[in-house]
């Protein structure tokens, strides 16, 4: 592992350069944050588990092909440079952002009256077929076409109890809510990330609307204790769903006990190596997709049931596997640099990062200057929480995870901008003398309203 050292040591620099250099510009929800936090969790913490000794993806395994050092050390060299790619384009975007400060900007208002429909319709149909699948009372076969779409319904209660916290605030009955489904998804045995991007999108809208950048002492001290469950947590709902208790509480016992026997790397996290892979794969590949795995979000709406044959999320996964890394039959990942790479080769690494980071850090900005019951600071805490997915699964989870997933959202944002619907507001720098007017007036005309209705 001795070759692995330099290049480690190289990702240790730019990681702690980026830091030094960005972090005052930076907040918890900006979108450089998610992209460090998918970096050393994904690569730099894998990579130094590699050099302490722990084995390479398919060593061992029988009929496979194990992933060499050689491919390790040039994926962390290339995930370094799109690092660098997408650190420069959000630093031009504060500056450009910057020059520009001064500029009032409208905004759509969130209109209450929305939500709460939204609310009376999402949260009770979101509800119950998340119960009909958890208590089995409906039961519906893989090959159902119906079966994505009430999947996705069942995920409403939480998407939508989102979007009423960011419109009326953390009201106790509304947090109780959360908290339940929470621990229902938390124990269901899979989608793990159904537990983790809601904590994204709750922690972001609080620090927003209490006007902190960073986490709170107890934010950590819970952020710490997900982390220890977390590579658990799938086995932990898998016994519950069982009804074996014993098992699901010995394995949340052992997620704390740092000298367990029984503490095993899951074979699902190593990132790394997938990616690595993906590079070789690649190459072993005799064409470029030339932007063609993007172009599947167009068909996703479409059910299969009428177009059998409709291009997959992961056909170009399918296409570039083998027999000794059969990615697609193994649900293997690609991250959003594998599939770059695929598409365009070693430009890829340049363009895709540096297009993502002007865009994210230059809309972040855009929406997190103004006040906080806007339209647009919504969305973006929504596409924010999915970031980390999207940077590991691929370019089209930014879509999967905020409309498909988050379909309340998605509700909530056609509505607002309906003709009527929602009050548009001129949102002047903080340093206009007439900043918050507007704001003001807003609130004094909802007070009005919800005095009239009281009467």
Known sequence: MDSLLPFLRLDVFVVVSVIFLMFRRMTFWHPLT?????????????????????????????????????????????????????????????????????????????????????????????????????????????????????????????GILGLL??????????????????????????????????????????????????????????????????PRLKYIGQAVQFGDTQEAFTQFTECFALSSKDKETSAGEDFLDQYAGTLSLADSNDR????????????????????????????????????????????????????????????????IPALMGYLLTAYCLQVAAGPMRRLSRYVYLVVFMALVQTFRDGMLSIFVFTIVHNMPMFFAFILHMMPGFAKKSLDRPAADPLAGEEEEEIAREEARRQQIAGR
């Open 34 to 158: 998610a992209y460090l936090l998918f970096h050393i969790y994904s690569f730099s913490y894998r990579a130094f588990t590699i050099y302490g000794g722990a084995p390479l993806l398919y060593v061992g395994q029988a009929n496979a092909e194990p992933i060499t050092i050689e491919e390790i050390n040039r994926a962390l060299l290339w995930a370094d440079i799109a690092l660098i790619m997408f650190v420069l384009a959000s630093w031009w975007a504060h500056l450009r952002f910057e020059a520009k400060a001064q500029q009032p900007v409208v905004r759509r208002v969130m209109n209450p009256n929305i939500v709460r429909a939204l609310g009376f319709v999402c949260l009770p149909l979101g509800t119950y077929f998340l119960l009909a699948i958890k208590t089995g009372r409906l039961e519906l076969a893989e090959d159902n076409a119906a079966v994505s779409y009430i999947q996705a319904i069942s995920m409403w209660p939480v």
């Open 165 to 230: 916290i960011f419109t009326f605030g953390f009201r106790w009955y509304l947090t109780l809510l959360v908290a339940f489904f929470l621990g229902l998804v938390a124990l269901q045995g899979y989608h793990r990330f159904m537990l983790i991007l809601p904590l994204l999108f709750l922690a972001a809208y609080y620090l927003q609307s209490t006007r902190r950048r960073w986490p709170t002492l107890p934010i950590l001290v819970g952020a710490l204790v997900v982390a220890l469950v977390f």
């Open 288 to 351: 470029k997709f030339w932007g063609s795995t993007y172009l599947a979000i167009i068909t996703l709406p479409i059910p299969r049931a009428w177009w059998p044959k409709k291009p997959g999320l992961a056909d170009h996964v399918q296409e570039i596997s083998t027999s000794g890394r059969n990615y697609a039959q193994e649900g293997r990942i690609t991250t959003y640099l594998g599939e770059s790479y695929l598409n365009f080769g070693y430009a890829g690494f340049f363009f």
